[in-house]
């Protein structure tokens, strides 16, 4: 049985410590994780976390209106390729239009660019380099117009 569902910040850190911050040194732990308006949401398989992302308000100068971002977007490594972070996107994009948000955008790696396509998302603006991290591109999507 799958379940998405609300988490806390701690019970995204295993995931994200090892399919984002594997040879990269820096904490998994991230700004926001604790603010009120933050939301992480997990997906389960059978009681089991298998994907994980975090959503915090957040503004961009590319965007106009209420936005959130994505952050820590991550699917357990036995289990990539099986529609989870699909469906996680999904989930949030409905609860986030629910609060009204406008855009939601990330700063997307570049091997993971056709994962955000699949769901809708588009490039705006030219590659960037993420320390310890590497190039990136801001992807969005428009919940509503602006
Ligand atoms: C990127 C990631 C989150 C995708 O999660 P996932 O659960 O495997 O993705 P899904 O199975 O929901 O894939 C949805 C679609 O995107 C495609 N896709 C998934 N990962 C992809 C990738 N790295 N490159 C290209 N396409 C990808 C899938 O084939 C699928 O296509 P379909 O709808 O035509 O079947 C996962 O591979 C991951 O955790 N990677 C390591 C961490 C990372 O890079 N996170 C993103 C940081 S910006």
Known sequence: MIEIKEISAPEAYAIRKDVLRENIPLTEKMEGDF???TLHLG???NGELGCVATFMPHESFHFKGFQYRL???????D????????????????ILTKKGVDVLWCNARVIAL????????????EEFDVHLVGPHYVMFKKLKDA
Request: charged residues 25%; positive net charge.
């Open 35 to 37: 603010d009120e308006e």
């Open 43 to 45: 997906l389960f398989e």
């Open 71 to 77: 952050r820590g977007m991550g699917t357990h490594r």
């Open 79 to 94: 289990h990539q390729h099986k529609g989870f972070g699909k469906a996680v996107l999904t989930s949030a994009e409905a």
């Open 114 to 125: 056709n994962f955000y396509k699949k769901s809708g998302w588009s490039i705006v603006g």
